[in-house]
């Protein structure tokens, strides 16, 4: 498995070249300019998909990438009103998947590969429903706009076609207390009244905008009574915490957080996710 995703992520290099967020002089992006990109980057079915979403009336258009992902591509589009949005398309068989077939034809890793290629399709769906159940709970995450096969339609949440940095890109927030106790709060909510644990919460799935954190990344958030729900969040809680050491002096311990969400005193178990390495 590890020298497949080698394998593709090789192949992958540069391949968005043509795609990459562009200087605000590009961002002029002609559509048959785009047309052409895209005929190399999505497969058939993410083409027939997309204009399925225009047909609909729920995309204008798609403009540019504003991330590539092992499992799903982000890409900026707007409604045919002008909002803004976000169009996480995960990979279900783009061409580069077909292009390390070559590689792999006869090898047995690629079969298991293979088949979780296909289940990919479920994490669109995951996503959608995990994001459309904590926005309804007024947790700060992207409005879930659409979900069409592998492809989830959100709010984008940046300005004029910039995504808001990632949390772990933010050196100087203005007032870290404020912020980092809203997102505790988030996270409370997540668990109490959402039910849900999000699984991979670190500054990397956090957008920081308007003075707020936004959650993103949804698909592999669990329900919380799943066998590792604790862990899980037990070490999203070490993660933020983790990084809001850096600005702020008097911090509540990372136990003493979980026990206040949870109301359970944290077991070496639960712990085990943080402590093993
Ligand atoms: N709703 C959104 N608004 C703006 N940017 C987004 C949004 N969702 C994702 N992004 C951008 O795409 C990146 C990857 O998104 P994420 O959902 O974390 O996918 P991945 O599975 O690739 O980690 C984010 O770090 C962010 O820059
Ligand atoms: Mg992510």
């Known amino acids: 498995m590890k020298s497949t995703s080698k394998l593709v992520r090789f192949l992958e ?20 300019d785009f047309f052409e990109a895209k005929e190399g980057v999505f497969d058939t079915k993410t083409i027939e998909a997309i204009e399925a979403l225009k047909r609909r009336k729920i995309i204008l258009d798609i403009y540019w990438v504003v991330s590539t992902g092992k499992e799903a591509d982000v890409f900026y589009a707007k409604s045919p009103s002008g909002e803004e949005l976000a169009v996480k398309i995960y990979r279900v068989h783009t061409s580069k998947f ?14 298991k590969a293979r088949s979780k290629l296909k289940s990919k399709w479920k994490w669109a769906s995951r996503e959608f429903k995990n994001l459309t159940i904590a926005w309804k709970k007024g947790i700060h995450v992207p409005k879930p706009i659409a979900l069409y096969r592998n492809i989830v339609v959100m709010e984008f949440i940046g300005t004029d076609g910039t995504p808001a940095p990632q949390l772990k890109d933010v050196d100087n927030i203005e007032n870290p207390t404020t912020v980092f106790y809203s997102l505790l709060n988030d996270v409370k909510k997540l668990y109490r009244e959402a039910r849900l644990v999000h699984s991979d919460l670190s500054p990397f799935n956090i957008l920081y905008h308007n003075n ?13 009574n799943h066998e590792y729900a604790l862990r899980f969040l037990y070490r999203d809680l070490y993660y933020i915490t983790n990084y809001f050491m850096a600005f702020l002096d008097d911090l509540p311990s990372v136990d003493e957080i979980f026990q206040e969400i949870t109301g359970i005193s944290p077991d070496p178990i639960i712990k085990s996710l943080v402590t093993n390495h």
């Open 212 to 224: 707020l954190c936004y959650i993103i990344d949804m698909a592999q958030g669990v329900n919380i």
């Open 98 to 111: 077909r292009r390390v077939e070559i590689y792999t034809i006869g090898d047995r890793r690629f079969n």
């Open 13 to 32: 290099d540069d391949f968005y070249d043509d795609l990459r967020e562009p200087t605000k002089r590009d961002r002029r992006i002609k559509d048959s």
